[in-house]
């Protein structure tokens, strides 16, 4: 009966907002449009959104009206007595929490309190939390210069974020989907299992097949992590098995600082499916040692010592090389190597 008291308390129009934020799933702006949705309803005089990671620097994704000054001094050097970087994210996995309600344990920290009153001029913050992993966390942060915010509207906090909570998992899904596409060149591939790492080595997504996968290959369910490997873009496993580490954009909420890596099972070893990319695009047997060179994570100066040619022979060898397979840059190479698999 509670439940649906506050079910009530929705303002008209609430449902229209709703299938607004559902309409960005997946895009770019979708945060931006929930923020949107619920700052009507529970009026602030700006916003912050952040990602949180335990014991690890939080990242301002965006703002409204934070200042420069105020925004380098909180990622500096005082985003350690911020009490919601402290808050445990298993402990309550989605919540909608206040300022006020975080200092219930406890004072804040002298500085902070006065970052807060001089710098922000805040006197709270409703931040609705919106969980990525066991360790980090979206927070969706409304400030308010003058009045705390009352019991009323946290209640109406928590309920707009039981909806949004879904949503929420259905953008985190589809937006690895279309990184993963983006980086691999690889849309709806069955055949490749992904694993993505926050920067803290959490895995942020997995699919089902991966752990099988990774044993074939490696005899381990995670990526291997020899230092001599970390630079490498293709990492040859056992039983035809190839280790690929695309490029990740890593601009948005989601994926910031993420590692991305593919696992997939083609006849042949690696060095036969250099020869196919070779033959498919008419590289010449110099252009396909660059090629390997630099899935192996040599830069251009190692290459052209390896091969006993100049730097800035290597960087023509690749220019025509991306020339042949029509891209632009080192970046769409490993897409363009596994496109041709």
């Known amino acids: 009966m509670e439940r649906q008291d ?21 895009r770019d702006d979708f945060y931006e449009t929930v923020i949107d949705a619920v700052a009507p309803l529970i009026p602030c005089d700006f916003w912050i959104m952040a990602r949180y990671e335990t014991a690890a620097k939080p990242r ?40 006020r309600t975080l200092c219930a344990d406890g004072p804040l920290d002298r500085t902070y309190a006065r970052y807060l009153d ?33 019991e009323q509207e946290l209640r109406l906090a928590s309920e707009i974020l039981d909806i949004l909570l879904e949503m929420h998992r259905q953008h985190v899904i589809r937006s690895v989907e279309r990184e993963v596409a983006r980086s691999t060149g690889l849309p709806g591939d069955q055949r490749t299992e992904i694993l993505i790492l926050t920067a803290d080595g959490t895995p ?29 873009s293709v990492i040859p496993g056992n039983g035809g098995w190839c280790l690929f580490r695309p490029d990740c954009d890593g601009t948005g909420a989601l994926l910031h600082g993420a590692q991305i890596f593919a696992l997939r099972r083609e006849p042949g070893d690696l060095g036969s499916r250099l020869d196919r990319l070779a033959r498919l695009y008419g590289l010449t047997e110099r252009q396909k040692q660059i090629v390997q060179l630099s899935f192996e994570g040599h830069p251009n100066a190692s290459i052209a010592r390896q091969l006993n040619i100049s730097v800035g022979g290597v960087k023509n060898h690749k220019l025509r090389i991306y020339d042949k397979l029509d891209i632009t840059s080192e970046r769409e190479l490993l897409p363009a190597f596994l496109m041709s698999l």
């Not at 703002?63 to 298993?90: F, I, N």
């Not at 997504?205 to 970390?230: H, I, L, N, T």
């Open 6 to 26: 506050r079910a009530c308390e929705l303002p008209a129009g609430f449902g229209r907002d709703m299938a607004r934020v559902l309409s960005r799933i997946g």
């Open 60 to 99: 301002i994704i965006s703002e409204s009206g934070m200042a420069p000054r105020a925004k380098s001094a909180y990622t500096d050097r005082l985003w350690h007595l911020d009490p919601l970087s402290r808050t445990p994210v298993a402990a309550d996995r989605h919540r909608a929490i206040s300022l």
């Open 118 to 150: 001089v710098d922000l001029g805040i006197v709270d913050e409703l931040a609705l939390l919106l969980p990525l992993n066991d360790r980090s966390f979206l927070a969706l942060c409304l400030d308010r210069h003058r009045e705390a915010f009352g």
């Open 204 to 232: 942020l997504y997995q699919s089902d097949g991966w752990a099988q996968a990774a044993r074939q290959a490696f005899d381990r369910d995670m990526p291997p992590v020899q230092p001599a490997w970390m630079d490498r």
